[in-house]
């Protein structure tokens, strides 16, 4: 987004690109809002290059691509380090926004041979795009572009799968992702989200794990960014919490991670809300982690963030007004499509 922080970062990349970096910026046109091909305008004199993802502007209200979104968080610097998760560029995810505060996020930083695989799919987003806006295309096969694993670099034994899934293929990877973990949680299963809206699958997935015993916990924001998303939210949580499952709102600012972890040994951090737009429309991309020690690191920050939450109980939604219920009930019927 073309605010404060957008624009350092900008300034950033220009200076890399002056200095002779090879910069690509592949962006959502629909979600940077205020931001155009002119706020790149300098970048690419400087010999870097910027695009809005899949199509250009005009293309967007005379095709079905309108609903589709470039929702991944994707860095990767010099084949060394790699940034995945759910935070965007924009000062309202700095906690700089009057109307939500703290802004609460997860991401996470990698180094190794993982990084191959983000930038695999930076690169094939890129060249898909490609055909529309006539930037060069990348070559990952070029000895350049292979990520530095060697052991000088990378000391972790973190196992690490880069997981996408999105429009265009029906496996909807991330969201099986999802069902493995609750379907083999013993223990438990802890999620955070800022949009609680499955499909029948992972919300029986849910049921299923709490009435076998399993600690099925999950986290959602105390306020909406999207009306309707939240209201949906709160429909779910609702039926979910009526069968078995713990729902708590987190009430220090936003809650917008996206992470499961679950029996100390598996855990996805990444772009991928609990919700049918991330599951089927939206293109992600999450990180799945092997990893005891990630596991409980993601684990013991769950457990911390309960401190700043409240738990929704029956007696809760029961109190809430008629009004507000039919708001829920309505925004449910959108499902499919928030």
Not at 113 to 139: G, H, V
Not at 200 to 219: C, F, H, R, W
Not at 272 to 286: H, P, T, W, Y
Request: hydrophobic share 35%; net charge neutral.
């Amino acid at each position: 987004i073309a605010d404060d922080i957008g624009n350092k970062i900008l300034k950033a990349l220009e200076e890399a690109a002056a200095r002779g970096v090879e910069v690509r910026v592949l962006y959502d046109l629909f979600g940077s809002h205020g931001t155009t091909y002119k706020f790149f305008k300098h970048l690419e004199e400087l010999g870097g290059y910027a695009q809005a993802f899949i199509s250009a502007s005009k293309a967007l209200i005379s095709t079905p691509r309108l609903n589709y979104h470039d929702h991944r968080k994707l860095v990767i610097i010099d084949g060394n380090i790699g940034y995945i998760g759910g935070f965007n560029i924009g000062d309202q995810y700095l906690g700089k926004s009057k109307k939500f505060g703290y802004w609460r996020d997860t991401h996470l930083r990698i180094k190794g041979f993982a990084l191959f695989e983000m930038q695999a799919r930076f690169s094939m987003d890129w060249n898909t795009t490609c055909r529309k806006t006539k930037k060069p295309r990348l070559d990952i096969s070029t000895k350049e572009y292979i990520p530095i694993a060697s052991n000088e670099q990378a000391h972790g034994s973190t196992r690490i799968q880069i997981v996408s899934s999105g429009p265009d293929s029906e496996r909807q990877s991330i969201k099986r992702g999802y069902q493995y973990i609750i379907a083999n949680a013993k223990d438990y299963v802890y999620i955070q989200t800022p949009y609680l809206i499955p499909d029948d699958s992972v919300l029986e997935a849910l049921i299923i794990s709490a009435k076998a015993g399993t600690d099925v916990q999950i986290m959602i924001p105390c306020m909406p960014d999207h009306i309707f998303v939240y209201r949906a939210t709160q429909f779910y949580a609702k039926y979910l919490v009526e069968n078995g499952v713990k729902v708590y709102q987190y009430d220090n600012g936003f809650l917008h991670a996206k992470t499961v972890v679950s029996d100390d040994h598996i855990s996805s951090v990444g772009s991928a809300n609990m919700d049918f737009r991330s599951f089927k429309l939206n293109f992600e991309g999450n990180a799945f982690c092997y990893d005891d020690k990630l596991s409980k690191d993601l684990k013991a920050i769950f457990l911390k963030d309960l401190d700043n939450c409240t738990e929704l109980t029956t007696e809760f939604f029961d109190n809430q007004s008629s009004w507000l219920k039919f708001k829920q009930y309505f925004s449910r019927l959108l499902s499919p499509t928030l």
